[in-house]
């Protein structure tokens, strides 16, 4: 049996007026949809879980969010990712309809219990031109070495050490 958590009660309580039967309705189809879930606060917000984060919901000042996790791979490229797939939810029927929500749910149980393997889309990496560093920050750097490690210590691409200062 699934296990609630008094602080998403008391989140749900401070919440904005329109947000509450918003986070409440949320809250129901999540516990409907995997009866084993388990309420927690997460970067403030209540998420559920169910051997890991399955998704999470939160309220601000005018609109709520619903997140699925890996609701790029559910959902679909085109799902919003940022804070939610759903984006702005400001009444309950901006909602997709609770049979949905479920689907969703069960799907992020599944991926839970397979593992996640293999779901991962990493992005490209971009290659990053090296950094010019201009004449007169080199010429500082050389006078100060303290300086000159903390810039070689950025995460900058450039050659080794600034310009070939730090030895």
Wanted: proline share 7%; net charge positive; aromatic share 6%.
């Amino acid at each position: 049996m699934g296990k609630r958590d008094p602080r998403v009660d008391e989140y749900i309580a401070n919440s904005a007026d329109f947000a509450k039967p918003i986070l409440k309705h949320i809250r129901t189809v999540v516990h409907d949809a995997c009866p084993q879930v388990e309420e927690t606060i997460k970067w403030r917000m209540p998420h559920f879980e169910y051997e890991g984060i399955i998704c999470g919901m939160a309220a601000f000042k005018e609109h709520c969010a619903l997140h699925i996790w890996k609701g790029s791979v559910i959902i679909g490229d085109d799902a919003r990712e940022s804070m939610g797939q759903f984006g702005r939810l400001t009444k309950v029927s901006d909602l997709p309809p609770d049979k949905t929500i479920a689907d969703y749910i069960k799907q992020s149980m599944k991926i839970r219990e397979d593992g996640a393997k293999g779901l991962t889309r990493a992005k490209p990496k971009k290659k990053q031109k090296p950094v010019v560093v201009p004449p007169e920050l080199t010429s500082a750097l050389r006078k100060n070495k303290k300086a000159a490690a903390a810039f070689d210590g950025l995460r900058i691409p450039r050659g080794r050490g600034v310009c070939g200062v730090t030895d």
